[in-house]
């Protein structure tokens, strides 16, 4: 009886080797622009103290209430599976005295997170992020060079077809008042509000906004404004970055009702939506990019009053895009400039310590150990478009030759086999 096969973990996926192009392109891509702009990467554990998300994205965030995934240890403590990189790069600032280091201080990663979301086209259980964070500086330009770096990192990737939406949602000064008039606001409508948002108006008001139920949409429709409710420096300060954004010719939208899912946000906050839902999916739930200002963030992990905002991306959304506009995507590696052809058993024996000799002397080389004809070989050798084909059959092995064909001229000739490497070196430098 055949053994029953088992099955990867629901929402998590394999990325095979043919899709590995285009994780190496991102991940490329985004550490290029990240350096020059003076972003230094770093890594957190994947398991991080489960207190460390509730207590920064807050009871009552999807995130907390719905999506982490907990485990106990048998030592009794309560981890979680990282469902998002803020918090940790927080934590591990603080941690690293990271705080003494000259600031702003900029940090990227590019990490897997989990989240007991529900599968669907770009939204799985385990994903991938790039996470940007700047931390120690208030300044509007800060908001401004990160998301102008977030639309440069996009525009990089081939995509265009996406708006940046901005909004600001004030600080702990003007956020109250504008809190009790969306509260008014929702109490008259909350006949059309779901289960979620019903909890949701006692415990996180703001959240209705962000809901993606139809009613909840429809009832947020005229819903206050946090424009209207912004103290004069929060009102500057999002004048500023809008600015800088229209100097740094970064087109915008301005949402009034855009939120942020997590507790930690202040001031600005932005979304990068595509222009188009893509196949199978509503443009709200495909989301690029995502990101805002968390200046308190800090003190509420027990550090001191420091500003910081940030961004993430999520790999796989950006990947589905691309491939959505047959964005082309180099091959990863170098070409082979050599296919080593070996027919039968004492060339195969020899053929290894050969395949090393041009790895060392830095030229490409590739084989097919599993196949024996000529033919075959032959036929791959084409297909990968290299300059030489090597044929190392019995009879060479023998006399310490090998035969170099010419691949475009099908000229053969008969070389010694300590002279092949230079040879070969010769050849392609003509
Ligand atoms: P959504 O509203 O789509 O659930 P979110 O507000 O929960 O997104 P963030 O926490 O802001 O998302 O994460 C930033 C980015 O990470 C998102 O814009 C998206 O590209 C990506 N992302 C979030 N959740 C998932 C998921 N479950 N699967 C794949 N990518 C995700
Ligand atoms: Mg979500």
Known sequence: MKAKQIQSVKGMHDILPEDQKYWRYVQKKAEQLLEYYGFERMSTPVLEQAELFIRSAGEGSDIVDKEIYTLKTKGGDTLALRPEATAPVVRAYLENGMNVRPHPVKLYLIEPMFRHDEPQAGRYRQFHQVNVETIGDASEAVDAELIFLGYKLLESLGLENFNVQINSIGDQNCRPAYLKALKDYFKNRSKKLCADCKVRMKENVLRILDCKEEGCKEAAKEAP??????????????????????????????????????????????????????????????????????????????????????????????????????????????????????????????????????????????????????????????????????????????????????????????????????????????
């Open 225 to 430: 404004q946090m424009v209207d409710f912004l103290d004069e420096s929060c009102r500057l300060h999002f004048k500023h970055v809008l600015e800088f954004l229209d100097e740094a010719k970064v087109p915008y939208i301005l949402n009034p009702y855009l939120v942020r899912g997590l507790d930690y946000y202040t001031r600005t906050i932005f979304e990068f939506v595509p222009d188009e839902p893509p196949a199978g999916g509503a443009a709200s739930q495909s989301t690029l990019l995502a990101g805002g200002r968390y200046d308190r963030l800090i003190e509420q992990l027990g550090g001191a009053k420091t500003p910081a905002a940030g961004w993430a991306i999520g790999i796989e959304r950006i990947i589905l895009a691309m491939k959505e506009k047959d964005v082309h995507v180099p091959e990863s590696g170098p070409k082979p400039k050599v296919f080593l052809v070996q027919l039968g058993e004492a060339p195969k024996r020899k053929a290894l310590p050969l395949f090393e000799s041009f790895r060392k002397a830095g030229i490409e080389a590739k084989s097919s150990l599993g196949r024996d004809s000529i033919k075959s070989q032959l036929r791959i050798a084409h297909r990968l478009d290299v300059r030489f084909a090597l044929i190392f059959g019995q009879k060479e092995a023998l006399e310490g030759t090998i035969i170099l064909r010419d691949m475009d001229s099908s000229i053969q000739e008969t070389i010694p086999l300590e002279k092949i490497v230079d040879e070969v070196k010769k050849r392609l430098k003509a």
